[in-house]
């Protein structure tokens, strides 16, 4: 049953929202166009945020600092439990979801699906967020400029995210 839903669902929702824009009277095309505007305006408005983040992500990946910083923090990941292959995947996942998906395939790969470090990187990536990319999108979206205590909130969030998937990995594998 799931099955066919899943497979019906779009195609239903494409014919079905036009169809009920024309009962009540809305011009369905045009606010498709203007919608289609205003997105383009939103894009141009973070784009150069976004351009900085990548570069920024690509640099630290490339320059080896996120190795060099993972050596930094290995005594506090060692009394915490954390393997020191997860600590790229929990610097990168505040800054990107993407960066920090490969780190955790090339994780799962390395270590297997089942093994403690492989769902401990699940858990990680799925509990934790893109606190800088939420930021820089949704706030440069709006033009917020003062985001501070945003940002703290983020990443209080994210280090106890982290702390608890290592502590119920731990826990549970």
Known sequence: ??????????PILVLVIPFYGIIKNVKVYEGFVDGAKEGISVVIKIFPALVAMLVAIGVLRASGALDLLGKFLMPFTNKIGMPQELVPLALIRPLSGSGALGIATEIIKTHGADSLIGKMASAMYGSTETTFYVLAVYYGAVGIKKMRHSVISGIFADIIAILSCVFYSRLFF
């Open 1 to 10: 049953m799931m099955k066919i839903i899943s497979e019906w669902i779009i």
